[in-house]
T-cell receptor, first 113, second 115 residues
Framework: NAGVTQTPKFQVLKTGQSMTLQCAQD?????MYWYRQDPGMGLRLIYY???????DKGEVPNGYNVSRLNKREFSLRLESAAPSQTSVYFC????????????FGPGTRLTVT | AQSVAQPEDQVNVAEGNPLTVKCTYS??????LFWYVQYPNRGLQFLLK??????LVKGSYGFEAEFNKSQTSFHLKKPSALVSDSALYFC?????????????FGAGTQVVVTP
C-alpha cells in the first residue's frame, strides 16, 4: 500500500517551459488536492477534485491546470512556467466528506529559472 | 472567510519537558480543526483532528490538542517531548460544511527539541 505517490521528485524548468506533475493514490479515496508550499506561508490550495469528474479552483489557481484522469490519478500542469512558480508541490487525497483528514504525497520540488 | 494563525515561528524545548504549539483560528461557523507534522523532505502527516464532541483530542505519537471555543484556539501539546519530535507543525481549519475542500493552513511552527 504505497499511499499517495508523486512524480517527479525534483524538476528544473526554464521560464516558459511546460510540465505535468503526476499524482496517484491507492487508498480508494474520492477526493484529491494539489497544494504548493512556500517558506513562511504554509500550504496553499491550488486545485481540488471532490470526486472523479469534478475539479474546482482553490486559493491560488492562476497559471495551473488540472486533470482528474480517473479515481486514482490527479495531475497538475504548468503551461508556461514562471519563476514565481518555484515551490514544493504536494498532492493529497481524502475520503469524501469535509471531516476526513488528508493524506499527503512526498512532494515535488520545482525550480523555474 | 476562514483563517488560522500560528503565532510562533519556532518553539525550543528540552527533551522531557512539556511541548506546546499554539494555534488560533477564525471561522464563521463551527470549525473543523486539524494538526499535521512535516519531517524534513517529507510530506505532511496527520496527527489529530477536532470535529465535534470532547474538547480534548488525543492523536498519534502521544500528542493531544485542546479545543477552546471561547478563545478560538486549538493548541497542540505533548507532556514529555522527544528529540524525534523535532519537525515542522501545521495547524489547519475548515469552516464547517460550507467550505468543502478548502482547508486553510497556518504558516507552520518549527519545533526544536534539544537533548
Amino acid at each position: 500500500n504505497a499511499g499517495v505517490t508523486q512524480t517527479p521528485k525534483f524538476q528544473v524548468l526554464k521560464t516558459g517551459q511546460s510540465m505535468t506533475l503526476q499524482c496517484a493514490q491507492d487508498m480508494n479515496h474520492n477526493s484529491m488536492y494539489w497544494y504548493r508550499q512556500d517558506p513562511g506561508m504554509g500550504l496553499r490550495l491550488i486545485y481540488y477534485s471532490a470526486s472523479e469528474g469534478t475539479t474546482d479552483k482553490g486559493e491560488v489557481p492562476n497559471g495551473y491546470n488540472v486533470s482528474r484522469l480517473n479515481k486514482r490519478e490527479f495531475s497538475l500542469r504548468l503551461e508556461s512556467a514562471a519563476p514565481s512558480q518555484t515551490s514544493v508541490y504536494f498532492c493529497a487525497s481524502s475520503a469524501l466528506g469535509d471531516t476526513y483528514e488528508q493524506y499527503f504525497g512526498p512532494g515535488t520540488r520545482l525550480t523555474v529559472t | 472567510a476562514q483563517s488560522v494563525a500560528q503565532p510562533e515561528d519556532q518553539v525550543n524545548v528540552a527533551e522531557g519537558n512539556p511541548l506546546t504549539v499554539k494555534c488560533t483560528y477564525s471561522v464563521s461557523g463551527n470549525p473543523y480543526l486539524f494538526w499535521y507534522v512535516q519531517y524534513p523532505n517529507r510530506g505532511l502527516q496527520f496527527l489529530l483532528k477536532y470535529i465535534t464532541g470532547d474538547n480534548l483530542v488525543k492523536g498519534s505519537y502521544g500528542f493531544e490538542a485542546e479545543f477552546n471555543k471561547s478563545q478560538t484556539s486549538f493548541h497542540l501539546k505533548k507532556p514529555s517531548a522527544l528529540v524525534s519530535d523535532s519537525a515542522l507543525y501545521f495547524c489547519a481549519v475548515r469552516d464547517g460544511p460550507d467550505s468543502w475542500g478548502k482547508l486553510q493552513f497556518g504558516a507552520g511552527t518549527q519545533v526544536v527539541v534539544t537533548p
